[in-house]
């Protein structure tokens, strides 16, 4: 087995016989030296290999060195002088399998915008920036499932392909057979796109919390980690049409255990990511934003801020300036006031609860005052929104006077009724939008660039 950049640079011993493989970030030579850095994707620093002209076939393999350039290496591991680095490689042998012409090659060594990175989608995983971001990410997603293994959560899969629209907010895309013969046809004898799954509606899941709440009537507490499509056509730095989300759902709970949960699990990925990730973390302090680090301390040190949707609304009412959007109760909050409230008010994360009915989903607990429901939204500085939950509403009579209110189809929700008139509970949960929270731990700017795929109203490429 070929052995990893990141464990020989953090174990291997000088004088060890070492092979490795990857490819040529930097070339420097300097006086029949020639100095490689070689990374294959386990770390950010990479491994520095020092290639002597002794070396059988130098001119011809150096030649094919370049930035881009993929090679397996055999050497002997030195102490290295150089600073940063424990280890380095004598290269005794250099094969090159795909060398990446220096004149072509789009990732010279010089830096490059996020934006021109966006469009070499293929490659930009390759650069520092990106090569971090997905470490996290992955760290983030082991974060996850260790958390909620560890509490007792069942990780359940939930359908992708749904006839239900969770939210409510008609968001949703219809999935379409390209076979037209198998379609139905309307009397005018057109196509009916509406009908596309072999005879009838289907979509792509926004949210996989009500076949989660089916699940959690039987196992208790269970969780969802998958992708989820919402067909909204903003373009904005905080907005993908597909995200990855996790959703826990909790039987036997209320909002007040929802946001405890809600509380130990961000802190939990938090320290993991810190411990697992220090020198990607170190870079995005660096290079991305230097708040990235207290940012972390500060979410593992103090309380999240619990305050309700008309607390909110007081303290914006009194703000000392003035916002975009002006605010008054029933207004939902936009990006600028969550900014306000967690940037500038508490400075920390807030969780904030009891929402206006008429702005939120029609599952949510409705509580006594009939105007407000039990809604929760996390709100992290910088990210804003990057949790929504609520207790659920598992009154049958409330629940179909809810659906009806919202103007859904109430035969449509037959089976989840039907979990409010056998054996309902009362449950909670919410929903983590993942690359949120990666955006958050990490700093970047814009949510295109913690996902290797994005997917936006301007780019569905591959
Ligand atoms: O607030 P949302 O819409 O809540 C739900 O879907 C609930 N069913 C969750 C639940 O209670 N189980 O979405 C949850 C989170 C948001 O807080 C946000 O972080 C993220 O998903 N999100 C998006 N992330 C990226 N792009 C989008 N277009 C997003 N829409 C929501
Ligand atoms: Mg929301």
Redesign the pocket.
């Known amino acids: 087995m070929t052995q990893r950049i990141r464990d020989i640079s953090q174990q291997g011993q000088p004088g060890e016989v070492i092979t490795l493989q990857g490819w040529v970030r930097t070339r420097r030579s300097t006086k029949g030296l020639t100095f490689i850095n070689i990374n294959d994707g386990s770390s950010m620093a990479g491994l520095q290999v020092v290639v002597n002209a002794e070396l059988p076939d130098y001119e011809s393999i150096l030649k094919q060195l370049s930035t881009g350039a993929s090679v397996s290496i055999s050497g002997t591991l030195v102490e290295s002088p150089g600073k940063g680095q424990r280890v380095e490689v004598q290269a005794s042998q250099i094969t090159v399998f795909g060398a990446a012409d220096p004149e072509t090659y789009p990732l010279q060594k010089k830096r490059h915008s996020f934006e021109f990175l966006r469009t070499l989608g293929h490659l930009r995983s390759r650069t520092n920036t990106l090569g971090a971001v997905f470490r996290v990410r992955n760290a983030c997603a082991q974060a996850i499932h260790q958390f909620f293994q560890d509490q007792g959560f069942l990780w359940v899969h939930t359908p992708i392909l749904t006839a239900s629209d969770?939210?409510g907010a008609g968001e949703l895309f219809t999935v379409t057979s390209l076979d037209l013969e198998q379609l139905p046809h309307t009397q005018a004898g057109a196509v009916d796109f509406s009908q596309d799954f072999f005879g009838k509606p289907a979509y792509l899941t926004?949210?996989?919390?009500l076949e989660?709440e089916i699940m959690a009537m039987a196992f208790t507490n269970v969780y969802t980690f998958g992708p989820?499509f919402?067909a909204?056509n903003?373009n904005t730095s905080?907005?993908?049409?597909e995200?990855w989300?996790v959703?826990p759902?909790m039987a036997f709970c209320d909002l007040d255990g929802a946001m405890d949960w809600a509380e130990a699990f961000l802190k939990h990925v938090f320290r993991t990511v810190l411990e697992q990730c220090p020198e990607d973390m170190d870079f995005f302090n660096q290079r991305i934003d230097t708040s990235v680090l207290a940012t972390a301390e500060n979410i593992l040190a103090h309380e999240f801020e619990r305050i309700t949707y008309s607390e909110a609304v007081t303290l914006l009412a009194k703000a000392d300036r003035s916002f975009e959007f002006p605010v008054e109760w029933g207004v939902d909050l936009q990006s600028e006031h969550e900014r306000y409230l967690t940037e500038e008010v508490f400075k920390k994360p807030v969780i904030v609860t009891d929402y206006p009915a008429a702005i939120k989903?029609f599952y949510m607990r409705l509580n006594q005052d009939g105007n407000t429901v039990r809604a929760m939204?996390v709100l992290a500085p910088k990210v804003g929104?990057?949790?929504?939950?609520?207790q659920r509403e598992e009154r049958l009579e409330v629940l179909e006077r809810r659906i009806q209110t919202a103007g859904l189809p109430l035969e449509d929700y037959w089976w989840y009724l039907d979990l409010r008139r056998y054996g309902t509970v009362p449950h909670a949960?919410?929903?983590?939008?993942f690359?949120?929270l990666v955006q958050f731990m990490t700093g970047m700017a814009n949510?295109r660039d913690v996902i290797p795929f994005p997917r936006t109203p301007d780019n569905v490429e591959f």
């Open positions: 969770c939210e926004v949210s996989g919390q989660a989820t919402r909204e903003s905080r907005h993908l049409a995200f989300m959703e759902e989903a939204d929104e990057i949790i929504g939950g609520s949960g919410f929903g983590l939008g690359e949120r949510i």
